[in-house]
């Protein structure tokens, strides 16, 4: 079945990089997101990166795919106390209509 | 700003009373989307609308209903909560040719007592 794993914390101090990392089991997803969620809010796509793809890098967020591992990560470069969230791995399910969650990573950003 | 708007933001229910969620969007997207979020859990989707075509998960409970009237608005309604029902209920919506990227409201936070 379709499952996304993730570990459940992240402590970095600030203007350090931060890499959370997912891995999946569905070999066939197209599609692999990040999403942010602060405290008391809604989801925030971050950014997201197709199969066919190994890296994308938008600002300071390095998205690595590694398909051969079914290994997903995310770096954060030069982390500020901002970025303290929970950050969602997902993956589009084999049907294409909705997204798989992991559990999340709770980043604790520290001055 | 187009936006994903839910209300209430929190909604305090009796157990076994019907209580309506809502969702609307200004984006305009065909596609609509109810998550279940527990506490430390991931979101689970409950069903989605594909224009007015309803689709409901295999292991979502009857208990749990949804109206979609028109494209901006989308309504979940859980005919009669239970404690477990308690959770963070998230709309989203996407349209189906951007890869489903989804955008979601702020949620609605459920508690039944």
């Known amino acids: 079945g379709e499952d996304v794993e993730q570990s459940l914390f992240l402590s970095v101090r600030e203007g350090d990089s931060s890499v959370i990392n997912c891995t999946y089991t569905?070999?066939?997803?197209?599609?692999l997101y990040w999403y942010k969620q602060e405290p008391g809010a809604g989801l925030q796509l971050l950014t997201y990166?197709?199969?066919?793809?190994d890296m994308k890098q938008d600002q300071r967020l390095t998205v690595l795919l590694n398909k051969k591992d079914k290994h997903l990560s995310l770096r954060i470069a030069d982390t500020q106390t901002g970025d303290s969230a929970i950050y969602f791995c997902?993956?589009?399910?084999?049907?294409?209509?909705?997204?798989?969650f992991g559990k999340g990573t709770t980043l604790s950003v520290s001055s | 700003d187009a936006m994903v708007i839910q209300n209430p933001r929190y909604q305090v229910t009796q157990f076994g009373k019907p209580v309506t969620l809502s969702c609307s969007q200004t984006?305009?997207?065909?596609?609509m989307y109810w998550y279940q979020q527990k506490s430390s859990q991931a979101p689970k989707l409950l069903f989605h609308?594909?224009?007015?075509?309803?689709?409901n998960e295999a292991d979502t409970p009857d208990n749990f209903q949804s109206r979609r009237p028109n494209t901006s608005f989308c309504f979940l309604d859980i005919r009669s909560p239970g404690l477990g029902d308690a959770a963070m209920y998230l709309c989203?919506?996407?349209?189906?040719?951007?890869?489903?990227?989804?955008?979601f409201g702020p949620g609605t936070r459920l508690t039944v007592t």
């Open positions: 997902a993956e589009l399910n084999q049907a294409g209509t909705a997204l798989i």
């Open positions: 569905d070999s066939s997803s197209t599609y």
């Open positions: 609308y594909y224009d007015k075509d309803f689709n």
């Open positions: 989203a919506t996407s349209t189906r040719d951007r890869g489903l990227e989804q955008y």
């Open positions: 984006l305009n997207h065909n596609v």
């Open positions: 990166i197709f199969s066919n793809m």
